[in-house]
């Protein structure tokens, strides 16, 4: 795991070495173990390098090839990549170093943009073809690492993350109006769009060329190279067999990923999605390290009383045999990190991302690679009750219609002209609702049962929940110079999810009285449905009473939740006044400071839970005060 930047002058005038330094030094975090740069010309490429397979100097980057045409900056890790290195040696490649690096190389040399769909595992790259004078960027199928570019006159860059190109010091910063929009609707962005014009995100399974040899407007050119495919098979379904087969995949899924020359550890919440994958790796590991987050509930109430998981994380250490650490959040603690966590978030996203840097803090103190269960309830179902909403429609613009309404997270459209007051004639023209349908531009499935319309919900939560779940996770462990793998997003467990039936995953599909959930209420929402409808993920939780505790798949399995509504009423209180209620916080340049106030009073009053909204004003003004 590393970072990766570089830049070409487009109009042919030289890199600056200096400025190339200045960009790999502000992702020195992702890489602390070495750092390298390579130029020639107008062309430069950095990297930093966090060693994890073959320490030695032979994996330092930017790496070039032995023919001296091809220059690679990558950053991840390629899981089969000893069974792609014999191939290349089959037809004559020959390699000096271990790593998965060089294979990415020669894959790349040898297959050019096929050897994407070669790589079983998590990418983002750089990769210039001296001869040709083309720049090839890549990110992997389901967007685990992150890569921005951008061009702002005839500079292009690139990165593993945006304060490599903010480094530049020519980069003009300016705040993107309609990007905002779309978060305070979404709580996340669907589109490429990040909150700083002129800055975009590769979108996930896609590749980019430029070429120098063409230099025209609008010359990078992407192409989509992998997409999810939901659906139902024609076949008969023997439950056995997809029972034997998910096993299989699950096994084979977390083994792969145990390969590394540092120590790895593992996340482990006390649920059963970290509590299968600990159980499988320990198989491998005795003694492996095992880190759970908890939360101090002395001023929680309610629901929150149940968030702290560490009891049922210790239980899972006792089975397992794991050298398990801990930590326990304040309050406090998310006002004392809110500064560094929205430097390094660089835009927030999904959720309430704060226990996530702390965790993976903690587990940087001991490990450089931890497992993670991300992907598991995305892939096999762990939301029904928002697959519910939208599971008998008319047509497509129907289904389109009830799952928008859902969506919108924060704040809905009744709100959003007033909040956005200052700026609306900046940002009127965005519709959200077609920036959601527009998700599934490439989904063409048949929509004819209430099993095509989840598998199209499967589809979307997929492409921007999880998307953004990992744009999150990836942040704020390379924060702390930590990798994440996530075995759920193994290529062979991935194609099995799309293709396992519906009436596997769910079990109430004929439900005339659905249980409606909010998802703007604190709590673990999958425990509360699960215990009302016993639904949601039922393959996974059969095959995982092989390895855990029938009590814990069947238990309420909490979410990585801190107690925020109570605390935000409480003990932070002063904290969100301070913060959001002083007429000079930044956020009041684009936002109607009265009708964000009416908003925030509405939860501190105990009238309406806000607790996502008063997050994410408090995410943005962070990140403004330090971006902007």
Known sequence: MCGITGIIELDGSPVSPVVLKKMTDAIAHRGPDCEGHWIECNVGLGHRRLSIIDLSPAG???????????????????????????????KGYWFRSKTDSEVVLYALAQWGADALLKFNGMFALAFWDRKEKTLFLARDRYGIKPLYYSQQGNTFA?????????????????????ALLEYFTFQNI?????????????????????????????????????????????????????????????????????????????????????????AIAAQSFPNLKTFTC????????????????????????????TEHYEMVLKAGDMERCL???????????????????????LASKFVKVVLSGSGGDELFGGYPWRYYRAVINQDFEHYIDQYYLYWQRLVDNRYLKQIFAPVWS????????????????????????????????????????????????????????????????????????MSCPINLKLNNLTLNNLVRINENEPGDKQSQFFQKTNDGKQILRDMMTRYIPEDITKAEKQGFSSPDASWFKGESIEFVRRTLLDSHAQIYDVMDRKVVRS??????????????????????????????
């Open 60 to 90: 330092h980057q930017p790496m070039i090839s032995a023919d001296h045409r091809y220059v690679l900056s990558y950053n991840g890790e390629i899981y089969n990549f000893r069974e792609l290195r014999s191939e290349l040696e089959a």
């Open 190 to 278: 669907f589109t490429d769009q990040t909150l700083l014009e002129d800055i975009h995100l590769l979108p996930a399974g896609h590749h980019a060329t430029l070429n120098l040899n063409n230099l025209k407007p609008n010359n990078l050119k992407l192409k989509t190279y992998y997409d999810y495919r939901f659906r139902e098979l024609d076949h008969p379904v023997d439950k056995r067999e997809y029972l034997e087969e998910l096993d299989c995949l699950f096994r084979q899924a977390v083994n792969r990923q145990l390969v590394s020359d540092v120590e790895v550890g593992a996340y482990l919440s006390g649920g059963m999605d970290s509590g299968s994958i600990t």
């Open 339 to 361: 500064p560094k966590l929205a430097w390094h978030l660089e835009e927030p996203r999904v959720g309430q991302s704060y226990p996530n840097y702390y965790v993976a803090q």
């Open 426 to 497: 900046e940002v009127q023209h965005v519709w959200t609702r077609d920036i959601f349908r527009d998700v599934f531009a490439t989904h063409d499935n048949a929509l004819e049962c209430p099993e095509d319309y989840i598998n199209h919900s499967l589809y979307f939560e997929a492409k921007t929940f999880l998307h953004g779940l990992f744009v999150v996770e990836d942040k704020l462990s390379m924060a702390h110079s930590l990798e994440t793998r996530v075995p759920f997003m193994d290529n062979d467990l991935v194609d099995f999810a």
């Open 294 to 321: 908890g939360f101090d509930l002395s001023s929680a109430s309610g629901i929150e009383l149940s968030f702290d998981e560490r009891t049922k994380a210790e239980a899972m250490s006792a089975r397992f045999k």
């Open 599 to 628: 908003l925030i009073e509405q939860h501190l009053g105990g009238k309406q839970n806000r607790r996502l909204l008063i997050w994410s004003l408090l995410n943005v003004e962070a990140w403004m005060k330090d971006c902007l």
């Open 158 to 178: 690139f990165g593993s993350e945006q304060k490599a190109i903010l480094a530049r010091p020519e980069f003009k910063r300016k705040l993107n109006k309609p």
